[in-house]
């Protein structure tokens, strides 16, 4: 996605905000959705312009020749920061909601960590207040956020995988069976 252009949201529906993303709205139809597992997404909200945004960064850093890619965390902060200052807002003002950082299993069980880590340590030293957040556990979150009033809404997304059931009935897998 080009990064000169700002994705604003369109009115009356619900656009979502995909790994390497962010949206920004004045509009107060608008609402953003997203789906995280170890990713994190910060929702920033003015409330005196009424107005606000949502990232979704994959990893907290990255190479530098890839650094400005909205994957990595400084840059999907930065990006997201500069939007809603062009759309009027004041970086003093700004209120931040965070959400997801899960430990997801195999190698990537840090990631969600330092995403958390480093999305916390990013917002103090910009002096950006969190109001709330929802980090880390094990488990993938839906969050759905309006922009314009800072309000946000928390799913817990469940496991999905069911327990697979034998092709034979119980019965015939006890029968006794001699192979040569």
């Known amino acids: ?9 369109r009115p009356g529906h619900t656009t ?12 107060p139809d608008c609402v953003l959705s997203t789906l995280l597992g170890s990713c994190v997404t910060t929702c920033l909200h003015d409330p005196v312009a ?7 960064f994959l990893v907290a850093t990255g190479a530098a020749e890839e ?6 965390g400084l840059y999907a902060m930065e990006v997201l920061i500069n939007a809603l200052l062009k759309l009027g807002g004041s970086k003093n003002r700004l209120q931040a909601k965070l959400f997801g950082g899960a430990m997801m299993s ?12 480093f999305a916390l340590g990013f ?31 928390l799913l ?10 034998p092709l034979l009935p119980v019965d015939a897998l006890r029968n ?3 192979l040569f």
């Open 16 to 27: 979502p905000v995909i790994q390497g993303e962010h949206r920004v709205s004045a509009d």
């Open 67 to 72: 650094s400005r890619n909205q994957r990595y």
């Open 176 to 178: 006794d069976v001699t």
């Open 156 to 165: 817990f997304v469940e496991d999905m995988i069911e327990t697979p059931k």
């Open 106 to 117: 195999g190698k990537m069980a840090r990631i969600g960590q330092a995403n958390s880590e």
């Open 50 to 56: 009424k107005i606000g945004g949502m990232n979704h």
């Open 1 to 9: 996605m080009n990064s000169a252009l700002t994705p604003v949201m």
């Open 123 to 153: 917002l103090r030293t910009e002096g950006i207040n969190v109001i709330s957040s929802s980090l880390g556990g094990s488990r993938a979150r839906r969050v759905k956020f309006v922009p314009t009033t800072g309000q946000a809404s």
